[in-house]
């Protein structure tokens, strides 16, 4: 017990979480916290926008798999972070989000930067709180690393009243936590594990399919292990990229809207689909009716939700992915040989023989993505903006380490892949960190250049710059009967001028062998290094799978 | 489509509520009624849920509550499993002393009138009273408890 102020308890309680880094913008009802920091150990890291420090945290938390944490003020502040922290939502990272709120009397009265957070937030965190004294402070951090780092993990957001900050009370540190109502562990049952394994070795052409929550689980070597038994593929969603190296020899990359040709091919060609912590999302199996026909779906998740949300005919195992994984490899190990050879073994290899890295058409964009992964060790780290640049990065980036491979897939939120590189390169400093960005989604967070610059932390961008909001021109071109509507970007601004501008270096290169020397640069360089790319506007990202169609209609 | 009847055990905290409202408001379940109430347990409530849906909404809906960190129990039941009651109070012009014995009805006040009781009952009451009889009426939502 001791008597503080709930700031000075609340840089505590998060000291006390292992916390190292805060990543954040001070405003008026978070400076008692700010106050705090200063006799804290935590390093702050200043963003230049809210958002892109909701980013940096979930970047951190996706490389480490340690809980992010961000701060923004009340009202603006946190409206900004709103879009991060719905991010991290979507694909289930850990973040804690602590935002400042105006003092508790004036909660309610529409006072000076003052919103309505909880309820703001309440549809995409997984829990919000918002301690009303100072005494609750401790316990309330306890709860929310807790909510937010167990079970399919999550955002959590803390909001704390400015006079909260600055009462003085007695306080304690628990050291342990329980909540009633949520029990995050979940033993899968037995009876389920035996059914599904029952299905698996009925199939004739069974298929892994890996997704984000195999990542999180870090259950690539149980899905490798399986995979070996029976010899058969293993697909990933988006989010499963890295899960499984992804140059094994029965990996075949991922399947969805900008999945690889064989991994689409021979998801509908198989009779059965094992998802490994995969919520079976709109952007994997396209038309989903389509998807489930004819197949037996085995859904394996930690969270009940999941199952039949999406896909409805299925056999689920629900609980923690690693116990369920052990258990079904030990129930097929009693019941049948290892397969060496078959039928469906020949028609994988011979696909991928054919399709594996092939590029369509006469785009330049994949052999820049290519030369990445050549220049980069299985350890470094690739992040994404959203658009093409990403569908490349998703078809032709090889992940080959679980958390290498940083992308926004749920909500696809552009502007996400910078300020993810920042955090992520502070979760893992010695590794290159590569954000693979478009010029349209560089723009919305590119004033992190600041940040990278003043807080010593270099980061790699490659704009594939074709001068167009990619995706959005290929989807007209595609769909919309070639009409083209405000698409176009322009030659504005000059990358290389406006990197140095922040004080970080820029160059635009001149083809692959160009861009080779200038990537080789950026590796050695101890600031942020932006190389632009130039791209043709008219190029498309194929496979593409437009919206509403099957697996099996892949333009290419 | 059947009726059901969700009783959903919940922390008595502000915002639970909210976030179980929203499942029907984002899925666009149409709900027939809902009722919070205490059942003595400290700082926890029921919330009774009364509405139609097909067997896989019901499975949906009940996953969906499952999820909130502030809902302790999920029991789904279809209604002729429970006995239902439903609270209305009714201001209407002088009720015959038949229509009050038949329908239970106590006159809080003149003119006002406090029916506790099978809803299809409350239906009937309605009909036969008529819209020109009944100046204003509060329907209080189901209450409900598992039979056995």
Known sequence: ?????????????????????????????????????????????????????????????????????????????????????????MDSSPVVAITGQVAKAFIGKDAFQEIDTVGVFTPVVKYAFQPLSAAEIPPTIKKAFYIASTGRQGPVLVDVPKDVQTEKADVEYPTSVTIKGYEPYVRPDPAAIKEAAKQIIQAQRPIMLVGGGAVKAG?????????????????????????????????VGPIGMHGTYHANKLVTESDLVIGVGVRFSDRTTMDVGE??????????????????KNVKNVVPVIGDLSESMKGIINEIKEMMPFVKDSPWWRRLKE?????????????????????????????????????????????????LRPRTFITSGGLGTMGFGFPAAIGAKVARFSANVVDIAGDGSFLMTSNSLATSVKEGIPVIVVILNNSVLGMIAQWQRLVYNNRLVAAWLGESPSFPDLAKAYGAEGVRVNGLEDFERAFK??????????????????????????????LREMMT | MSRRVFFVRVADRPGVLYKITSIFRRRNFNIESVAVGSTGAPDESTIIITLDLNDEEADTFARMLRRIIDVYSV???????????????????AISDELKAKYSLNELMPGYYAYMGDPSKLENLIKELGDNRIKNIIRGGLTAMVMG
């Not at chain 1, 920091?37 to 979930?58: F, P, T, V």
């Not at chain 1, 029976?230 to 499984?244: C, D, E």
């Not at chain 1, 998807?291 to 039949?308: A, M, S």
């Not at chain 1, 696909?351 to 470094?380: M, N, T």
Request: hydrophobic content about 40%; charged content about 25%; aromatic content about 8%.
């Open chain 1, 1 to 89: 017990m001791e008597k503080t102020t709930g700031a000075r308890a609340l840089v505590k309680a998060l000291e006390m979480e292992g916390v190292g880094v805060i990543f954040g913008i001070p405003g008026g009802a978070t400076l008692p916290f700010y106050d705090a920091l200063k006799d804290g150990n935590i390093r702050h890291i200043l963003a230049r926008h809210e958002q892109s420090a909701a980013h940096m945290a979930d970047g951190y938390a996706r490389a480490s798999g340690k809980v992010g944490v961000c701060t923004a003020t009340s009202g603006p502040g946190a409206t900004n972070l709103l879009t991060g922290i719905a991010t991290a939502y």
């Open chain 1, 219 to 251: 259950v690539g070597p149980l899905v490798l292990e399986l995979a070996e038994m029976l010899m058969m593929p293993i697909a990933s969603t988006l989010m499963g990229k890295g899960a499984v190296p992804e140059d094994h020899f029965l990996s």
């Open chain 1, 291 to 308: 998807f489930e026909k004819e197949k037996v779906i085995v859904h394996l998740d930690i969270d009940p939700t999941e199952i039949k």
């Open chain 1, 351 to 399: 696909l991928k023989e054919q399709y594996d890295g092939k590029v369509f058409g006469d785009a330049f964009s994949p052999y820049i993505v290519k030369k990445i992964r050549e220049l980069l060790g299985p350890e470094d780290i690739v992040t994404t903006e959203v658009g093409q640049a990403q569908a490349w990065a998703e078809i032709f980036y090889k992940a």
């Open chain 1, 521 to 550: 640069e950026a590796l050695k360089s101890e600031v942020t290094y932006v190389i632009d790319v130039p791209i043709s506007p008219d190029e498309n990202v194929f496979p593409f799978v437009p919206a509403g169609k099957g």
């Open chain 2, 75 to 93: 029991e789904e039941h279809p209604d002729n499993g429970c006995v239902i009651a439903e609270p209305a109070i009714i201001r209407a012009d």
